[in-house]
């Protein structure tokens, strides 16, 4: 940490740094859900207001898009102003954005609305730099892994919890319950988060410039956004063909089962803060190799399930499967945001804003290539493309040590 950091986050450790991190941990979940659940409500939407097809497919794109700005022009302001004012600001955007998504009377209103809530979402990635500050560097592995499991809770539970909410009232409530929650959170928030000022004194056009600097100039921040943005895709190609599957034999479920399988997720999610710790202790190589053949060993188990003729076994391979591969995922991108939190400490925003955004175009990868595998060979092609990408981490852990201590 910098001098400045150093002295301003001294006074504020008596507050609890524990406490802290695990409220950063409840903000990113809940945050997080805005960019997923309009995965599940797009139909209900498009029907209340009568949107086209066209219009309704527009909906979750304008999300992610306008996290993606968000992170690129949004997040950079970490390594130039005060963190808990932007913190702060950005997060009453989001709660005005979901109210506005709740109230939109009509398809231009919610799309705009949607797209800036994508933007506020930012927020999250705001955060872990700010909890990365917190502690010691040799605690930082278990803070940023504390954050995280908060984030994948979050992210897996995001349809589920969009669809109950919206079968016992309707969509609008989601984004009301969502607007009501980060209000209390940012209350909370309000009265606890530190202060952090960061000691950059250069201009944001500059910041926004860095931005090939930092990525040729920081192996660290190449190679572990790289296998992050393979264990993204492996993800994102699993979660967007499973509810395909899952209808079908040997699973049988309905919409409401399908719902409760994807919170099978969760229990994977919770080795995030063991990765975190054990990363700390400089575990971190070996690690990622295991990782890595986890995330494609699960995906044959999960393969597998489905050429089985048992109903009770097939759900228990493949939610087995499930957690093994949530387990594999979680622990690389935890390794990797230590990696690149302990590199330079006035450039935290901008390293976070380009590892994510990597890690969300190995995202789009993984689902684009889960979309061709499903139409040329179903399920079994899928698990295939999406272990393919844990094998790619393997031979990137076999061809570097890069941000492995």
Not at 182 to 210: D, E, W
Request: glycine share 8%.
């Amino acid at each position: 940490m910098t001098i400045s950091e150093t002295s301003k986050l001294s006074a504020t450790r008596p507050l609890s740094a524990r406490a802290m991190i695990w409220l950063g941990a409840v903000t990113t979940g809940v945050v997080v859900t805005n960019l997923f659940a309009p995965q599940i409500l797009v139909g209900l939407i498009s029907r209340s207001l009568v949107m086209s097809e066209g219009q309704a497919g527009m909906i979750s794109t304008l999300t992610l898009l306008g996290y993606a700005i968000g992170l690129l022009l949004l997040v950079p302001l970490v390594d130039l102003v005060e963190n808990k004012r932007l913190i702060m600001r950005t997060l009453a955007c989001a709660v005005a954005a979901a109210l506005i998504t709740a109230l939109a009377p009509t398809a231009l209103a919610l799309l705009v609305a949607t797209f800036i809530l994508g933007a506020s979402c930012a927020a999250i990635q705001m955060m872990v730099p700010l909890v990365a500050a917190m502690v010691p560097a040799a605690q930082r592995g278990q803070a940023i892994g504390d954050v995280m499991s908060g984030l994948m809770i979050g992210i897996l539970v995001s349809r589920p919890l969009a669809s109950l909410i919206a079968e016992a009232w309707n969509w609008r409530a989601y984004y009301l319950v969502s607007a009501s929650a980060m209000t209390v959170l940012a209350a909370a928030l309000a009265r606890t988060l530190p202060s952090l000022r960061p000691a950059t004194s250069a201009s944001y056009a500059s910041l926004l410039r860095s931005y090939p600097k930092l990525l040729w100039e920081e192996p660290i921040l190449r190679v572990r956004a790289w296998t992050a943005a393979l264990a993204m895709a492996a993800f994102t190609g699993f979660w967007s063909a499973v509810a395909l599957r899952l209808p079908q034999p040997p699973f049988n479920l309905d919409a409401n089962g399908i719902a409760l399988f994807a919170l099978v997720g969760v229990a994977g999610a919770s080795a995030t803060p063991l990765a975190g710790r054990w990363g700390d202790r400089g575990w971190a190589r070996p690690m990622l190799f295991a990782t890595h053949v986890l995330m494609a060993g699960s995906l044959a188990l999960c393969a597998w399930a489905a050429q089985l003729q048992s109903h009770a076994n097939a759900l228990l391979l493949l939610a087995l499967g499930t957690i093994l591969l949530e387990i594999g995922i979680t622990t690389d991108q935890t390794l990797g945001r230590r990696a690149i939190n302990l590199l330079r400490p006035e450039a935290r925003g901008r390293l976070n804003a380009l590892f994510v955004a990597i890690f969300f175009v190995g995202g789009a990868v993984g689902a684009a290539a889960a979309s061709a595998a499903w139409s040329y060979g179903g399920w079994t092609s899928v698990c295939a493309v999406s272990g393919l990408f844990g094998i790619l981490g393997l031979a990137t852990d076999l061809a570097t040590r890069t941000g492995t201590s």
